[in-house]
């Protein structure tokens, strides 16, 4: 319940800042995308979370590789959404790379952090 909770107050946070903040730290062309991509980060995060729990007679150090296996995935395909906008030649790129990599930044930390609280269940005796 906390993570959710620490989850939402991040979205709540990073949606205000967004929306608040002026240029030459925020863009008016930077605000709906980085927007979508806080929310999407935000259905992300919980869902990961669910899937990186460790299961039942799993190794520590399978847990440990899943957990840091997903997260280089979602470093590459958060490169791959900045270069994406870059290479589009949408408005103020280097904005909108800073901006979203500091939310990627954010939800990796809570994500990385709850997935490595959790303990590996011992191994069945039998």
Sequence with gaps: MKF?????????????????LDAPLMTEAVRTPLSVLILLLAVLTPL???WLRP??????GG??????GMTLIKMFLMLGVILAYLVSGQPDPKVFGVSAYLVYLAFTGLLVS?????????????
């Design 63 to 68: 847990h440990i590789n899943k957990v840091m």
């Design 114 to 126: 709850e997935s490595m609280r959790h303990g590996v269940p011992p191994t069945d005796p039998r």
């Design 48 to 50: 990961l979370e669910r």
């Design 55 to 60: 299961k039942e007679g799993g190794r520590p």
């Design 4 to 20: 959710l909770v620490l989850v939402a107050l991040t979205t709540l946070g990073a949606i205000l800042l967004v929306h608040t």
